[in-house]
């Protein structure tokens, strides 16, 4: 009798601390949001800021709150979330720590084709914008696609190390045509790659905010519904065949689904890395290994840890330091910090 | 009655065949332990056995259906498998390890039911890990270890239990451990379990039926009072063996062995010949 009560107790107290930890990410997450609308080229003080959100601003200031920074850390938030959930994902099917979306060749393959868009076409006519995420998610969508029938064997289906490995194999084939690619660019088209790829929130308009929200809106729910799927994976394939999962199926879903997320959201916030890596590992320590906690609590890890890292990049320097680059600098060591870690 | 109708499968790793046209048939409600040297394709048969392997040509039967073409969630709620290399993730605790077990009952995202709890404090109760039932797998012994993944196959609810030597890396005690839990799993509950065994006298002592293997073919099948003799034991593992009675199930063991040498290969020696040469030197 004592033990049940033990047991419900350890149960309920897992859940409780999921609990706690997304309110305090939400929390920080709005502390965050509300110190982020106050950065920027221009200053406007908090009391400002506050009263144009009621609509009682001048129209400088809606225009810089409304159009220039709302939606661009909206779309933080967003990318910040996708690329997390990816990751994760990623992580459950070829359960590797060390997965991210980059190794299903979403960054490399939508990094090409931007490029390739870039060298035929002028950045800054209005049909380039339009054209630009469409093609990175096609490209990032291609690469995945490429990767996936690379390791796909008819006797065993996809195997996590083969994929890996593939990915790995292809991600350095694109870098290295995109090189070539490179002596092609003028300067300024380059200048603007360099930054794309180094993952700066370009597309900071809410037509962006729409193209991204369904994306996430339908894959976040059904990532979610398959939980259990994830957790049954991360025992290993003779056990989840065992179980009854249908590994080959399931693999496949699954990862259309990380791509679909990775791909939506590197299409507008450009090469951003490293998100999708680190944001599941902080989860796992925060709020342990079961995915009914490790989907929604990386979403809320990554979405917090993108918005800081655009806010600290326009902090820093005007007009702004890309947060690919910000999120790189602050993850590497924090990550070389978790692997000295693991090993002992 | 027989639970599991293995006829004429074709498996193999890339394009080299290790098992051929190999049939077999394993009893229902019985203890069915499958050996053979490294390499003879028992661990191949027990994976195909348990469809983690695919076969070639022929099929697998489990109550009649074919196992590679039925559901898999339907053949997991009547056979449970317990891979070689099981591995949990440290952070899980024994109970929630065990609860994956009802898997194969889950619809989408609903949460367990009454039934899928009565199943899982049944299968911490009968393996004795109540005590532990909130520890991290990572904090348990070897042997506890074992258990707990015995715990969730049980919890899985099924007939018929599959286990690819569940007692390799365990001490002694432990491996008896373990094979005393299967043994009153099968008397008490009937059920049907097919594993692979390194130790011939454990299996000897635990199964109502062995099957020997070697070079991808089962060279013998029967009780292990039919199996465990000593022409069969040169054959499959070209070992001498000596022989005598188990003290706890009065079938055959291997008193010890030696090689077998090419040139008096058919120098054997019969088990009470053997018992009485052990008993002699003993009291001499």
């Known amino acids: ?344 | 009655m027989k639970t599991i109708e293995v006829n004429k499968i074709d498996v193999g790793y890339a394009n080299e065949l290790i098992i051929k046209n190999l049939s077999i048939s394993i009893p229902s409600n019985k203890i069915t332990t499958i050996i053979g040297p490294n390499g003879c394709g028992k661990s191949t048969l027990i994976k195909t056995i348990a469809r983690i392997l695919n076969v070639k040509g022929g099929a697998v039967f489990l109550e009649g259906e074919e196992i590679h073409k039925v559901d898999t969630k339907e053949i997991a709620k009547r056979m449970a498998i317990l891979p070689q290399t099981a591995e949990a993730p440290g952070g899980l605790t024994v109970y929630e390890l065990i609860s994956y077990g009802r898997f194969p009952y889950k619809k989408g995202m609903g949460s367990l039911r009454k039934e899928d709890y009565e199943y899982i404090n049944w299968a911490v109760d009968v393996t004795g890990l109540t005590e532990v039932q909130n520890r991290a797998i990572s904090a348990l012994s070897g042997g506890q270890r074992q258990r707990v993944w015995i715990a969730m196959a049980l919890a899985q609810g099924t007939d018929t239990l599959v286990l690819d030597e569940p007692t390799t890396y365990l001490d002694l005690a432990h491996q008896l451990d373990i094979l005393l839990l299967l043994e009153r799993l099968n008397k008490e509950e009937g059920r049907t379990i097919i594993m692979v065994l390194h130790d011939l006298n454990h299996a000897s002592r635990f199964s109502h039926y062995m099957i020997a293997m070697r070079d991808g073919e089962v060279v013998t099948d029967g009780t292990p009072e039919e199996v465990m003799t000593c022409a069969n034991l040169q054959q499959v593992f070209q070992i001498d063996a000596h022989l005598a009675r188990c003290p706890h199930s009065a079938n055959p063991i291997c008193l010890s062995y030696q090689l077998c040498q090419a040139e008096k290969a058919s120098a054997c020696c019969s088990i009470n010949s053997a018992s009485k040469a052990y008993h002699q030197t003993a009291s001499g």
């Open chain 1, 1 to 344: 009798m004592r033990a049940e009560k033990y047991k419900q107790h350890s149960q309920k107290g897992k859940a409780k601390r999921a609990v706690l930890v997304s309110v305090t990410l939400v929390f920080l997450i709005i502390i965050i949001f509300f110190i982020s609308l106050n950065t920027g080229s221009i200053y406007l003080t908090p009391a400002e800021v506050i009263l144009t959100l009621f609509g009682q601003g001048t129209e400088q200031q809606n225009l810089i709150l409304f159009d220039f920074r709302l939606p661009r850390m909206v779309i933080a938030l967003l990318v910040g979330t996708g690329l997390a959930i990816s990751g994760a994902v990623l992580q459950g099917i070829v359960r590797n720590p060390l997965a991210d979306p980059g190794i299903i060749g979403i960054n490399a393959g939508a990094g090409l084709s931007v490029m390739l868009f870039l060298s035929f076409f002028a950045v800054t006519t209005t049909i380039s914008i339009i054209l630009m995420p469409f093609l990175a998610f096609l490209g990032a969508a291609g690469a995945a696609f490429i990767i996936y029938v690379l390791s796909y064997k008819r006797s065993e289906g996809i195997t996590p190390m083969r994929l890996v490995l593939t990915g790995i194999a292809v991600a350095a084939g694109i870098n290295a045509l995109m090189i070539v690619l490179t002596l092609r660019l003028n300067p300024e088209t380059y200048q603007f790659l360099a930054t794309w790829l180094a993952g700066s929130i370009w597309g900071s308009d809410w037509q962006f905010v729409l193209a991204l929200l369904p994306w996430l809106v339908i894959l976040i729910p059904f990532v979610y519904s398959k939980a259990m799927v994830l957790n049954i994976l991360h025992l290993g394939e003779e056990t989840s065949i065992g179980l009854g999962a249908n590994l080959e199926k399931e693999r496949r879903v699954l990862l259309a689904s990380a791509v679909g997320l990775a791909a939506a959201s590197v299409s507008v916030s450009g090469g951003i890395g490293f998100i999708g890596l680190i944001a599941p590992h902080l989860t796992r320590q925060l709020v342990g290994d079961k995915y009914e906690y490790v989907i929604p609590v990386s979403g809320l890890v990554g979405a917090l840890l993108l918005l800081l890292a655009d806010m600290i990049g326009r902090f820093i320097k005007q007009p702004e330091v890309p947060a690919g680059i910000i999120v790189a600098v602050i993850g590497a060591p924090y990550f070389l910090y978790l692997l000295a870690r693991l090993k002992d």
